[in-house]
């Protein structure tokens, strides 16, 4: 069973416990009690998930022990939110409490409306719920694309937990989540300050805090220096055998940091490393095609893709990729603004038209098309949300567009969309 399993499990059956002891708590109307019991439980099955993307999933086809266990796990949980439903007509005066015990569980299955709604309420009625509801909030707000809200709310749970001795292991689990939302929204500057302040004092993430340091080290363009940190949290994780998890973070972002430096060498010996571990996965697809490209071959490179997003169709960035290559090869064999259009649009879909790379290649598809008002108009959206680093690009992609001219790859090509193994969805 894996750490992650276990984790799963032990938040199940302590978490139903503390419902359970709760609810007969209830009968004698001790709310301070009740409520910090059902935080307690919604904060384990936060700890289970909050840093996994692999959400439980009720799919009665699944055939595997793994996802049996899955799914009898997910069918717990609801059945634990239905008691929590019955509890709250029972006993009014603790709503609050049992609200945001509920969210906690709809956040672990991804019922993401859901949990917020339960969250919302719970923290409109009761400010002082607690960190943990802010950091359920966080997370359900992230996986909804809502960054900026989900980063205030991480940044309210920190400030209970840091303020509590006893909530030493949620203060770190925060922190770190907090980085994957600035990952999120592209303010890299802010990651690797942030990870600095944490390496100043001992951690217990360090390995982690280091990974995530190199990963926006890697969007800074600072390679060397992403590549050295890099190096080490890899050799950490090959030392600890046990950690495969993290192993494969590790050089799924190395990998990227030696495409970024050109070295495709390097990067495809950590690729075929990941394939061995892991299997052919579209993430490894993904980034055997930005070598492929890096070489000129847009025929293997759309190979790639194309298998990519059978292995896994929810992955934007395959989609991204294939309408760069569709829109934007300098070899017209591989050119097709229609098929272009689709992937691009599709890509924008599945990041819920908030990435300002998928609407970049989406102006470059119209403008492959030849319909440029269009290709203008989504190059000037990508420029509205577009970082600050980005807006001089943008602005010349604009400018192009409006002279008539279509993008072609080597013309300051978007970089692959950021994808980590966090609780997004």
């Known amino acids: 069973m894996s750490h992650l399993r276990k984790l799963i499990w032990a938040s199940w059956f302590i978490g139903t416990s503390l419902v359970l002891l709760s609810w007969l708590r209830l009968v004698s109307n001790d709310v301070g009690w009740c409520g910090s019991y059902i935080a307690g439980a919604g904060w384990l099955v936060s700890l289970a998930t909050s840093r996994n993307s692999s959400f439980i999933r009720l799919n009665c086809e699944d055939t595997d022990e793994s996802s049996r266990l899955d799914r009898q796990t997910a069918c717990e949980y609801q059945a634990s939110i239905d008691q929590l439903t019955r509890q709250m007509d029972n006993s009014p005066e603790n709503r609050s409490a049992l609200l945001a ?18 969250l919302d309420a719970a923290l409109a009625s009761n400010p002082d719920c607690g960190g943990n509801a802010y950091f359920d909030r966080s997370i359900a707000l992230l996986n909804s694309g809502r960054p900026e809200p989900a980063l205030l709310d991480v940044e309210n ?15 770190e689990w925060a922190r770190q989540w907090r980085h994957d939302i600035l990952l999120k929204l592209e303010r890299f500057d802010a990651v690797v300050e942030n990870c600095d302040q944490i390496l100043l004092e001992p951690t217990p993430d360090e390995l982690a805090t280091r990974l995530t340091r190199g990963i926006a080290l890697t969007e800074l363009g600072r390679i060397p220096e992403s590549l050295n940190e890099l190096s080490t949290v890899v050799d950490a994780f090959v030392e600890k055998e046990q950690d495969e998890e993290s192993l494969i973070s590790a050089l799924q972002a190395r990998a990227g940091a030696y495409l970024r430096a050109g070295e495709v060498e390097m990067a495809l010996a950590d690729i075929r490393r990941l394939q061995t571990i892991e299997g052919l996965t579209a993430d490894n697809l993904s980034r055997m095609g930005v070598a492929e490209i890096q070489t000129n071959d847009y025929r293997a490179a759309l190979n790639c893709y194309e298998k990519a997003v059978l292995l896994d169709p929810s992955m934007a960035n395959n989609y991204f990729q294939l309408a760069i290559i569709q829109a934007g090869s300098p070899d017209d064999r591989f050119r097709d603004g229609p098929q272009a259009e689709v992937n691009a649009r599709k890509a924008c879909e599945l990041t819920k038209w908030n990435d300002w790379n998928c609407i970049s290649v989406l102006a470059a598809a119209k403008a492959e098309l030849g319909e440029f008002d269009q ?25 192009q ?9 080597g013309e300051a090509l ?7 193994n966090s609780a997004e969805s």
């Open 101 to 118: 015990s509920r969210g906690a569980f709809h956040r672990v299955l991804g019922n993401w409306d859901a949990a917020i709604a339960d």
């Open 157 to 171: 749970a920190i400030a209970y937990f840091q303020n509590d001795d006893e909530s030493y292991e949620q203060y």
């Open 375 to 399: 290709a203008i108009e989504f190059a000037e959206w990508s420029l509205r949300i577009a970082p600050d680093r980005e807006k001089k690009q943008r602005q010349e992609r604009v400018d």
């Open 401 to 409: 567009f409006r002279d008539g001219k279509p993008f072609r790859i």
């Open 414 to 420: 978007p970089r692959t969309i950021y994808r980590r």
